[in-house]
């Protein structure tokens, strides 16, 4: 896949609370999603998804596992997780809006394809560490 865009994203919790941005420009404008984007050239995963958190919500986030790799129509991402103090999120950069949603509220809500298939893994990654 040397043709792929490498995407990263990162599922941040605080208990069953995950922290979820709205897109502020497309695709998919305004759907919530998890923090993240484009790798840059050289960069490691980790180094991206560090970068991509500080830049939407002001965040600082350093310790993540890995959930799971996908590869489709043309990008791969990388998805992490990690326990964050979320509550002091705020929408920087590319995100429209910050949100902390239970779990129980995410199927309810109007975001990205397969957002809440990730979410789902990513939290049972959690509990099992």
Request: charged content about 20%; aromatic content about 6%.
């Amino acid at each position: 896949m040397s043709n792929s865009v490498n995407v990263v994203s990162a599922a941040l919790f605080d208990g069953d609370n995950v922290l979820l941005v709205q897109r502020k420009h497309p695709p998919f404008q305004h759907y919530w999603s998890l923090p993240g984007g484009h790798m840059q050239p050289d960069e490691s995963a980790k180094d991206a998804i560090q970068r991509e958190i500080l830049e939407e919500t002001g965040l600082s986030v350093s310790q993540f596992h890995e959930v799971q790799q996908h590869a489709s129509a043309g990008y791969t991402l990388q998805v992490f997780v990690a326990h964050a103090d979320i509550a002091k999120a705020q929408a920087l950069d590319d995100a429209a809006a910050v949100q902390i949603a239970s779990l129980h509220d995410v199927p309810d809500l109007t975001y990205t394809p397969d957002l809440w298939t990730i979410i789902r893994a990513a939290h049972q990654r959690l509990t099992e560490l």
